[in-house]
C-alpha cells in the first residue's frame, strides 16, 4: 500500500510537468524485453508476454487519457516466426485470448481498433476475431489503436511499389504522378498521420523493421527498461523528454533578436 502511494505521488509529479499543448498526437513503441524479462526470473518466456500485455493495457489508458489521439504497437514482426515454435504458438493464443477478453472494454471506451500486417498466415480462429474486432469499433473515434502483427516495414514500401507499378503499367496512373502523397495512399497507415514520437524499451537502439517510411521524422526516446517493467512514470517520463526537443524538420531552432546574417558570426 505505502509502494503504491508512493508510484501515485511520482506519476501525478510528472503528469503536472505534460504540456497538454505539445502533446504528440500519434505514438508508436517497440514493445522490447518480454523474454529477456522473464528469463532473468528463472521463468519461462511466456510470463514475460503475458506480463506485456498488463503493461500495455497500462500505457494505452495513459495516453488516452492524456489526450493522445493514435497509438501504435509492434506486436508481431515478420522476423518473429523465426522464433522457437512453441513461443509462436504461444503468442498466437495469446493474442487470441487477449482479443477476446478486452475488445468489449475497448469498444465500451470508444477506441478504435486495427490491425496492421499481412493476417494471411493466422489461423482462421485468430482471423476471425480480428476482423470482428475492428468491424465491431470501427466507428469509434475517441482513439485509434493500431496493432502491427505480422508487419514489416521493407515488405510494406515494396507493397506499395508493386501496387503503383502495376497501376502504372494498366494506365491507371502515369509514373510522372508517383510522388509521397501518392505513395501514402497505398501504405497500410493510410489515412493515420505519422507517429511524432516513437519509444523502444529494453535499451536496444535500432528500429528494427518497423514503420521505416513512417517515421522518418519522428522522435525517437529508447528506454533501458525491459517492457514488462515499463509502466506510466516511464512513459511520462518519455512525453516529457520529447516534449524538450525542438522538432526542426531539417531546418533551424528560432533565433531570437537577430537576424540570420548576425548570428553566423556570433561566437
Known sequence: MVLEKINSRKNDDLSKRIDKNKLPEHIAIIMDGNGRWATRRGLPRSFGHKRGVSVLKEILRTSKDLGCKVLTVYAFSTENWARPTKEVEYLINLFNVVLRNEIEELHQESIKIKFIGDLTPFP???KNIIYSSESLTKNNSSFLFNICVNYGG???IVKVAKELALKSFSGEINPSEVNEELFNSELLTQGIKDPELL????GEKRISNFLLWQL???EIYIS???WPDFNKFE???AIIDYQSRDRRFGGIESLSNESFEDSQYSS
Open 124 to 126: 482462421d480462429s485468430l
Open 154 to 156: 521493407r515488405q510494406e
Open 199 to 202: 519509444i523502444r524499451t529494453s
Open 216 to 218: 522518418a521524422y519522428s
Open 224 to 226: 533501458d527498461v525491459l
Open 235 to 237: 512513459f511520462l517520463k
